[in-house]
């Protein structure tokens, strides 16, 4: 019986009706349970022979296969090394040569770049033992402890420590190259139980999505999360709101996505009724990966009646809060620690702040069952994340609102701004810029100045290019809405913002000309 999935293979082997369930559809592709738990199991045996015991790699492209091979892997016991297809060169050879994987796990045809071909292939094949086709079917008759056709048996494998690696994912710090963070088995059931607790999860769910798979959000929320609970995930392939729509208004009843994901649907909802019905019944909008700006916020729950929920985690610690499907959805809160995770803010000298006033900034430290265990032979950076008593330093700035919920304004590193004695967050600045009818994004850094400090700068691309709004009118708009220190100094106009594959921005990017 697995660790990760007694939601798919207990309930597939005593419910029936389980078995017959949709679990994955990618595109025209499906499995129910039922076929996903044969797959799953016939091919977990040749990637354990294969590996011999060794991390495996998965090229992890939005297709069936690489959620298949995912939980083969993990049914075998190995530690899964998702890679981003869209990696440069050094970048993979370092992941390739820093985790060392005995296995490569491709979808049949899929053309890999020359950075991965030394590595043994093993493409991944979905084997039911029940028929071939795209749709699900009934199932019936499958037994999953014993015969599943033809007289052959395939077994369950041994479980493994609850300690021992799922994952191993790899995030780029502020300095030098990614590391790899070990997720063990404990921790990924850990978050995705205490999500099910916050947000209702159950079995009648069918997530929709169109994140890579490469990343935390995608595929252990994304993926692993709906079969854990027994239910059915929808992956767009890419997305669109069109997909979005088609899908809700098909009978999916979540949705999750990246602040760039809800921008998109924001703007495109004055003309798209249809996707104004598909967001209003929903159960469930969730966004995450990056703060959700206020603006876009105010605009979906304008048009459609629907708040959309925002929850906290990093690669290092899984999820630590999240807004609960029965809470207050404030726009720019990350709502509560999830149960089983202690958060507290801490000064620059580790001193726990108290304050429950939403003013005071400190640092996110966490401990729970949710952290992992270290990064990848880095016994220093390991031992440099947490302190002496077992917290986790997350670098992340926030100020607790006095009903408890966390409101994230930015990391330490790039986010946090020292101008004139006081302690400014950047997020809070952003949202008042995109008040600004002229402002489509926005970013805030801090550069040096040698009267406060630090000043504030703005990075924005305006509504109409050929006429962007005079810095001394954004100055101003910011010092009416939050305070005057912290409107921004210098504006610079940008086409585009810098953002990331999962529509994060990347600030060390801007720098003054």
């Known amino acids: 019986m697995s660790l990760l999935f007694p939601a798919l293979f207990q309930a597939a082997t005593d419910d029936s009706a389980t078995v017959r369930r949709p679990a994955l559809r990618f595109g025209t592709h499906a499995l129910s349970h039922g076929e996903l738990a044969v797959a799953a199991r016939r091919f977990a045996a040749r990637v354990r022979e294969a590996a011999d015991g060794g991390r495996v790699a998965v090229w992890?492209?939005?297709?069936?296969?690489?959620?298949?091979?995912?939980?083969?892997?993990?049914?075998?016991?190995?530690?899964?090394?998702p890679l981003n297809p869209r990696s440069g060169k050094a970048e993979l050879e370092h992941i390739l040569a820093d985790?060392?994987?005995?296995?490569?796990?491709?979808?049949?045809?899929?053309?890999?770049?020359?950075?991965?071909?030394?590595?043994?292939?093993?493409?991944?094949?979905?084997?039911?033992?029940?028929?071939?086709?795209?749709?699900?079917?009934?199932?019936a008759g499958i037994d999953l402890g014993g015969d599943l056709g033809g007289g052959e048996t395939v077994p369950a494998l041994d479980?493994?420590?609850?300690?021992?690696?799922?994952?191993?994912?790899y995030t780029s710090g502020t300095t030098g190259p990614p590391k790899g963070a070990v997720i063990p088995r404990r921790a990924v059931a850990a978050t995705l139980d205490a999500l099910a607790d916050a947000w209702q999860w159950t079995a009648d769910d069918v997530l929709v999505h169109g994140l890579p798979l490469f990343h935390v959000h995608g595929l252990i929320l994304g993926v692993l999360g709906p079969l854990r609970r027994g239910g059915a995930v929808?992956?767009?392939?890419?997305f669109s709101t069109e997909g979005v729509a088609r899908e809700l208004n098909s009978g999916a009843t979540m949705l999750f996505g990246v602040p760039t994901m809800y921008h998109r649907i924001a703007e495109a909802l004055p003309g798209d009724p249809e996707l104004v019905r598909a967001l209003a019944g929903a159960r469930l909008l969730v966004s995450g990966s990056a703060a959700l700006p206020v603006h876009d916020h105010e605009r979906i729950a304008a048009a459609t009646g629907r708040r959309v929920v925002e929850r906290y985690g990093m690669t290092e610690t899984l999820m630590n809060t999240a807004v609960r499907a029965?809470?207050?959805?404030?726009?720019?809160?990350?709502?509560?620690?999830?149960?089983?995770?202690?958060?507290?803010?801490?000064?620059?000298?580790?001193?726990?702040?108290?304050?429950?006033?939403?003013?005071?900034?400190?640092?996110?430290?966490?401990?729970?069952?949710?952290?992992?265990?270290?990064?990848?032979?880095?016994?220093?950076?390991?031992?440099?994340?947490?302190?002496?008593?077992?917290?986790?330093?997350?670098?992340?700035?926030?100020?607790?609102?006095?009903?408890?919920?966390v409101r994230i304004v930015g990391r330490k590193a790039t986010d946090l701004i020292k101008s004139g004695?006081?302690?400014?967050?950047?997020?809070?600045?952003?949202?008042?810029?995109?008040?600004?009818?002229?402002?489509?994004?926005?970013?805030?850094?801090?550069?040096?100045?040698?009267?406060?400090?630090?000043?504030?700068?703005?990075?924005?691309?305006?509504?109409?290019?050929?006429?962007?709004?005079?810095?001394?009118?954004?100055?101003?708009?910011?010092?009416?809405?939050?305070a005057p220190h912290k409107r921004p100094r210098v504006v610079h106009y940008l086409d585009a913002l810098p953002r990331n594959d999962m529509g994060k921005l990347l600030k060390r990017a801007l720098r003054t000309p």
Do not use: C
């Open 421 to 482: 004695g006081y302690k400014i967050g950047a997020g809070e600045i952003e949202n008042a810029l995109l008040e600004h009818p002229g402002v489509s994004e926005a970013a805030v850094t801090g550069e040096p100045d040698a009267d406060l400090g630090e000043r504030v700068v703005a990075w924005v691309v305006a509504t109409d290019p050929a006429s962007p709004p005079a810095p001394e009118a954004l100055a101003a708009h910011v010092a009416e809405r939050l």
């Open 60 to 81: 992890a492209t939005p297709v069936l296969e690489t959620a298949v091979g995912v939980v083969a892997a993990l049914e075998a016991g190995l530690a899964v090394v």
């Open 159 to 169: 479980e493994p420590n609850p300690e021992s690696p799922a994952f191993v994912v």
């Open 234 to 238: 929808r992956h767009l392939g890419r």
């Open 99 to 139: 985790s060392a994987p005995r296995l490569l796990l491709a979808a049949p045809g899929e053309e890999l770049p020359r950075a991965v071909r030394q590595l043994r292939r093993l493409d991944v094949t979905i084997d039911t033992g029940i028929r071939t086709g795209t749709d699900t079917g009934t199932d």
């Open 326 to 405: 029965d809470g207050e959805a404030g726009p720019g809160t990350v709502g509560l620690p999830l149960p089983g995770v202690e958060l507290r803010l801490v000064e620059e000298d580790g001193t726990p702040i108290a304050a429950y006033d939403g003013e005071t900034v400190g640092e996110i430290q966490v401990r729970g069952p949710n952290l992992f265990t270290g990064y990848l032979h880095r016994p220093d950076a390991t031992a440099g994340a947490f302190t002496a008593d077992g917290w986790f330093r997350t670098g992340d700035m926030a100020v607790r609102d006095p009903d408890g919920y």
